[in-house]
């Protein structure tokens, strides 16, 4: 492979220090074997510059927080290989988050408020008892609920979404992925007419305008646009039911 000299222009802003405007600055640095973006962050941040702000915990694709726009796209840093991007490579935040610095955003704030407005817990008057047996479950059933669970929360999907960038409250793929998960569970004794209540409006489930941005973009290759038909279903079958209150 014959090696590059890479130019990474990447955005710089510090919330603490607002008296510096925010700017993208430009680096240089060698390409190496099998270096990803996240191994070349690293490179710089200890090599060229120590302030340099950005995620990551686990290395492998699996925690989310390494989540940007690389080259306008929203992508995990950890999984994309420089050999696939240009010479110039264009670093920024995800938009829609909180920004603490740089490349760093507060994706946690954010999907908390979406479990919490989802209800994302099983809702059953069945008391839990620590020394019964488990409750079983057909295994096409859970692997439905595997599937949706697979999310990594790195908020790709929301960064790619047209309307969560429009509208703060909008739940997103995230947040109807959690919907689904949850109708599909026998074990949440929710009734759709009661989830109807809680995203069956414009800011839940009809505020997705279908572009499936999302679908196209989330590195666990969610099959988002089928989780969305499936919560849009049973919203719509709820709400031609009249038992709801919208």
């Known amino acids: 492979m014959e090696q590059r000299t890479l130019t990474f222009s990447i955005f710089r802003y510090n919330p603490a220090t607002p008296e510096i405007k925010p700017r993208m600055q430009e680096f240089q640095l060698d390409e190496t074997p099998n270096m990803t973006v996240f191994i070349a962050l690293n490179r710089l941040r200890e090599e060229q510059d120590p302030s340099l702000m ?7 694709a699996i925690c989310g927080s390494c989540a940007m726009l690389i080259n306008g796209r929203p992508q995990l840093a950890c999984k994309t290989l420089i050999a696939d991007l240009p010479d110039h490579i264009t670093l920024m935040p995800l938009p ?3 920004l603490v610095g740089d490349l760093s955003v507060d994706t946690g704030t954010w999907f908390r408020g979406m479990c919490e407005t989802t209800e994302a817990w099983i809702h059953t008057e069945v008391k839990f008892n620590a020394k019964g047996e488990e409750e079983r479950m057909d295994n096409a059933i859970a692997l439905d609920i595997y599937e ?3 999310c990594i929360e790195c908020g790709c999907c929301i960064a790619s979404c047209a309307t969560a960038n429009i509208r703060a409250d909008f739940l997103g793929a995230a947040g109807l992925n959690r919907v689904a998960r949850f109708l599909i569970d026998p074990r949440d004794q929710r009734t759709p007419a009661q989830i109807f209540e809680v995203v069956g409006t414009d800011e839940g489930v009809f505020g997705c305008i279908g572009l499936m941005a999302c679908d196209d973009l ?3 290759q969610i099959p988002l646009q089928t989780q969305l038909a499936l919560v849009r279903r049973k919203m719509m079958a709820a709400a031609l039911s009249c038992k709801c209150k919208h």
């Open 54 to 60: 950005f995620d990551f915990v686990c290395r492998a």
């Open 218 to 220: 989330c590195p666990m």
């Open 96 to 98: 829609v988050f909180k």
């Open 148 to 150: 949706a669970e697979r």
